[in-house]
């Protein structure tokens, strides 16, 4: 029993001191950024995303050094930002301008979607992932190339702000999306923990079980990441 209690008590110091030292990195890389760069840098990768997208991830994956981390938390602002277009528009398509201020924590909820989400399954990554430790920045780098679908998904649902009809079009897209996330989070996953796919599959349904779980604690505060 204390040798189990010691051990969770070394997780969970390793796990602040991940999110700490992450936290330092997310501020060096605002602050120093330049947009122009970080904007044709993700543009590029996200085209040889598309190219050749298994490659890809599996490079992201099996990089120690932080290299993508600036990519993937420009991402993750592009993606909040998208989200932010459509929830604020949703609530003056709904409810009227001058209830846009009203709703204002909803909208707050919507656009933590992104970020909390990404980081919910990397901590349960990092924390399941016991025999090929990876870092907390390169799991986030990772878990966020695997959310690209989705990204793509919440920019072609935009369209609904031309006409709402064209969400014939999008809501299937939306799905096709998330079916093709859940499956390069396989890969992506698989690559951290350095394992073959028969392998993997069982803890990759771990991970996906421990994240439902996380999903109905925090839909209470109203968030559905």
Not at 103 to 115: G, M, S
């Amino acid at each position: 029993m204390e040798e189990n209690n010691e051990k969770f008590s070394i997780d969970a110091e390793n796990l602040k001191n991940e999110t700490v030292e992450t936290a330092k990195k997310v501020k060096e890389s605002v602050k120093g950024a330049n947009i122009k760069e970080e904007t044709k840098a993700t543009k590029g990768f996200v085209i040889e995303m598309f190219k050749n997208s298994l490659e890809t991830i599996k490079e992201v994956a099996e990089s120690n050094s932080g290299k993508y981390f600036k990519t993937a938390l420009f991402l993750i602002i592009l993606w909040t930002i998208l989200v932010f277009i459509g929830s604020t528009y949703s609530t003056i398509h709904y409810w009227g301008f001058s209830r846009v201020f009203a709703n204002i924590l909803n909208v707050l909820k919507r656009i933590l979607t992104p970020a909390l989400g990404i980081l919910v399954y990397s901590i349960i990554v990092l924390v399941i992932n016991k025999n090929n430790k990876k870092s907390l920045i390169d799991v986030i780098s990772t878990v966020t190339i695997t959310q690209i679908p989705l990204m793509v998904a919440t920019l072609v649902s935009l369209l609904t702000i031309i006409s709402s009809e064209i969400s014939i079009v999008t809501s299937p897209f939306a799905a096709l999306c998330e079916t093709v996330a859940i499956v390069l989070g396989f890969f992506g996953f698989k690559y951290l923990f350095g394992e073959e796919c028969k392998t993997f599959i069982k803890k990759y349904v771990i991970i996906q079980l421990a994240y439902q779980v996380c999903y109905v604690v925090i839909s209470l505060l109203g968030i559905y990441i």
